[in-house]
């Protein structure tokens, strides 16, 4: 019997993560072993596309094996594994450690597959980008002004493939290897285009013994999406749900509470067993002070919560960190020490990174793309910016 090494990662060895590109009608797959890495410290030869007609040339695609060869001849983490060399290092369990004990190899050839399946999308969020919403580049490719927000600036000139193009591929990979994990993300994966080829798959029983993670909008679940989704072993559910009422309408344009609203109600009451389902909010400056009621709500909806701080980049105009102390002391005072929104209490001091005529800027830009009143945000939040 073989001895693994010590360094060894069931992420480099049966793990993909891929992203897209199309250029002259060729498609390119960008590989990385996990999410978890830090960018910076990976060599440019690593990051390097591979020219794929199908998912399998990835396997012996450059990238993948400058990775393996790295750890093949090491007996450390590559330097780019921060995170888990940290929590090694301290004697805690690492994402790493986590895979090497899961992966079930007598059954499965693959342990995770991590896929961005398009940048196709149907909202145009606010502290969103042209990289992960078609209707955001749409917008942004048509303004002829010079006033786009920040985030909204920066078009990716590299082509995405077709929905479907992509689709298919994963699907036919899906048809030859049992996955044991498989992460969709997108834009949003669950329209149409992005998602039939994977339907047909699992309505053929093919995932029965796979996990299934999607992080989602939310915006298209139906039943039939539901009866599809009950023939895998399990599904992690993650639906993306920043505010409520007026505030959620101006944050996740051009969609509207009272439609999430129903369909979240519908999934409480409706939901299969194998169902794992998790609200995802980002605060966010334009959300911050609604956090109590927004709590209140998800209370009483009746699904697991995780607010999330960590907005991109750490600078960005609508990091809830400029909000000023007087409005995140209220928050703090009101929302529920239980929750992880005690992380407002813990920042009550934090500088402000952007200067308020940026926001002021930016946030007049939305109001009017939307047309929408200035009563879309929170009593304080408008007097704060003089709206």
Same mark, same amino acid.
């Given at each position: 019997m073989t001895t693994k090494k010590t360094n060894h990662c069931t992420y480099v060895d049966n793990s993909l993560r891929l992203n897209f590109a199309e250029k002259n009608g060729e498609i390119f797959a960008r590989y990385k072993p996990c999410c978890n890495l830090n960018s910076e410290k990976i060599s440019p030869a690593m990051k390097n596309k591979t020219s794929i007609s199908s998912i399998d040339e990835v396997f012996t695609g450059q990238s993948r094996r400058l990775w393996q060869e790295y750890f093949a001849a090491n007996n450390e983490l590559h330097p780019a594994c921060i995170q888990c060399i940290d929590l090694e290092s301290a004697g805690l369990k690492s994402p790493r450690i986590d895979a090497n004990r899961n992966f079930n190899a007598d059954k499965f050839e693959v342990f995770r597959l991590d896929i961005t399946l398009s940048t196709e999308c149907n909202l145009a969020c606010t502290f969103c980008s042209p990289g992960s919403s078609s209707l955001i580049k749409k917008i942004s490719r048509n303004d002829n002004t010079k006033n786009l927000p920040e985030q909204w600036k920066k078009i990716n000139n590299e082509i995405t493939p077709d929905a479907t193009k992509t689709s298919n591929l994963?699907?036919?990979?899906?048809?030859?290897?049992?996955?044991?994990?498989?992460?969709?993300?997108?834009?949003?994966?669950?329209?149409?285009?992005?998602?039939?080829?994977?339907a047909s798959i699992i309505d053929k029983n093919i995932l029965s013994e796979t996990t299934l993670e999607l992080t989602t909008n939310g915006t298209v679940i139906n039943q039939r999406v539901l009866d599809n989704l009950s023939k895998v072993k399990s599904v992690k559910l993650r639906i993306s749900v920043d505010s409520i009422g007026k505030n959620y309408d101006f944050l996740r344009w051009p969609h509207?509470?009272?439609?999430?609203?129903?369909?979240?109600?519908?999934?409480?009451?409706?939901?299969? %067993?194998?169902? %794992?389902?998790?609200?995802?909010?980002?605060?966010?400056i334009y959300n911050f002070e609604m956090l109590p009621l927004?709590?209140?709500?998800?209370?009483?909806?009746?699904?697991?919560?995780?607010y999330t701080f960590n907005l991109k980049p750490n600078n960005s105009i609508q990091h809830y960190q400029n909000i000023?102390?007087?409005?995140?002391?209220?928050?703090?005072?009101?929302?529920?020490?239980?929750?992880?929104?005690?992380?407002?209490? %813990?920042?009550? +001091? +934090?500088?402000?990174?952007?200067?308020?005529? %940026?926001?002021?800027?930016?946030?007049?830009w939305f109001l009017e793309q939307r047309n929408m009143p200035s009563d879309v945000l929170a009593p304080m939040t408008r007097e704060w910016l003089g709206l």
């Open positions: 994963i699907s036919n990979f899906l048809e030859k290897y049992k996955v044991q994990m498989i992460k969709f993300i997108g834009g949003e994966p669950l329209l149409h285009n992005n998602w039939e080829p994977i509207k509470f009272e439609k999430i609203d129903k369909i979240l109600r519908f999934l409480q009451k409706n939901k299969p %067993d194998n169902f %794992d389902i998790r609200i995802a909010c980002l605060v966010n927004i709590e209140e709500y998800f209370n009483e909806i009746g699904f697991p919560v995780g000023p102390i007087h409005i995140r002391q209220f928050v703090a005072e009101r929302c529920s020490k239980e929750s992880n929104l005690a992380m407002i209490s %813990d920042n009550i +001091t +934090t500088d402000n990174t952007r200067s308020k005529e %940026d926001i002021v800027r930016e946030t007049r």
